[in-house]
């Protein structure tokens, strides 16, 4: 097992307990300090969706994963269920697997048993993280030659030499893609392209677009759990930027933008406030919003349109009986054609 990590450290899920937030209050950079004043002070005001994720934001994530309200973790791992001889099939054995957003690596190492991998690589932005899980995965799977990446991916993927250039499966599950806008996202996909060389393919999980009062729940749900994962990024940015936001002058909205496709979430204000931090302020009105995501929803033809245009033709479309969510599968434009030659 190899262990690349990256030359900064950054946030992840599992930084130490005692720590407050996320573990990076110390080195936190003055590029990040610039780009969240920057999106405070725009109009609307918005924050990248990277800072609901400190430590404890991590934990409300993975807790609302749990929600009844929150189809998309439980339709996704039944999907994977339901379909994984077909999904193997479409894949081909002997793949070097490349795990965007790795995590736990729980995802992927449930598909290694038909996916037969010849190498896997987890890719998350910790590598630290990813070390006590693939120290626990190759003892496990002791045959399948494993590699860590910190790496924030989200910029474009770097892999290292010794990830074998063909046969290159790229894993990018639980609807991820979703929190890019459109731009971003085929901007990823073409990225994912060029790094795959020749005859790579792609395994997403993709969020479906519904009635919007499934939506509407899945991200405002009953017991507020979204909500106080939503509130947190206050906190957060009181952590990083020294802000002085008071949590309850605000609100959590979310709602389904049926004309954009999206679901948007929010941080309303409940009354008028002054927002202090080092060099700067904001006053927001009663009602006014800071936008902190947007989560897209596909249909199979908006999403095999954005495939497309970023140079990967779909093979294969599975969705839940109801089809809420989808897994999909693609491969290169010319791995499509050197397989059409071939047949
Ligand atoms: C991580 N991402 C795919 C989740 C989503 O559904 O867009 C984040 C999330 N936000 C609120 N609930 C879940």
Redesign the pocket.
């Given at each position: 097992m190899s262990i690349h990590s990256p030359l900064v450290r950054q946030h992840s899920a599992d930084d130490c307990a005692n720590d407050q937030g996320g573990g990076i209050a110390a080195g936190q950079s003055d590029a990040e300090r610039a780009e969240i004043s920057r999106g405070l002070l725009g109009s609307p005001a918005q924050v990248p969706p990277k800072y609901l994720y400190d430590t404890l934001g991590s934990k409300l994530?993975e807790s609302?994963c749990l929600l009844p309200e929150?189809y998309?973790t439980r339709t996704e791992a039944a999907i994977f269920r339901a379909h994984r001889h077909d999904i193997a099939r479409a894949a081909g054995p002997g793949a070097v697997l490349v795990d965007l957003g790795a995590g736990n690596c729980a995802k992927a190492e449930s598909l290694f048993g038909v996916l037969a991998p010849r190498h896997y690589v987890a890719v998350d932005i910790s590598a630290d993280f990813l070390r006590d899980a693939l120290d626990r995965l190759q003892s496990c799977h002791p045959d399948i030659r494993m590699t860590a990446l910190g790496q924030d991916f989200s910029q474009g993927l770097h892999l290292p030499q010794e990830v074998p250039a063909d046969n290159r499966l790229f894993f990018y599950p639980?609807?991820?893609l979703?929190?890019f806008g459109p731009d971003d996202a085929h901007r990823f996909l073409s990225g994912l392209r060029q790094s795959g060389g020749r005859q790579a393919s792609l395994l997403l999980g993709v969020?479906l677009v519904k009635e919007p009062e499934v939506l509407n729940a899945a991200?405002d749900d009953a017991l507020g759990l979204?909500a106080a994962?939503n509130l947190n990024l206050l906190r957060n940015l009181n952590r990083l930027l020294q802000a002085d936001f008071d949590v309850r002058d605000w609100t959590h909205v979310a709602f389904f933008n049926e004309q954009k496709s999206r679901i948007e979430?929010h941080l309303q204000a409940r009354r008028a406030v002054l927002v202090r931090w080092p060099g700067s302020s904001r006053r927001f009105a009663e009602g006014e919003r800071i936008h902190t995501?947007s989560?897209y929803k596909y249909t199979r033809a908006s999403l095999a349109a954005l495939l497309e245009g970023a140079g990967w033709q779909p093979t294969d479309f599975w969705t839940d009986p109801a089809g809420w969510f989808a897994v999909v599968h693609a491969r290169t434009q010319t791995a499509v054609s050197l397989q059409k030659d071939v047949a």
């Open positions: 994530f609302l929150y998309p639980g609807s991820s979703g929190n969020d991200y979204t994962f979430m995501e989560s």
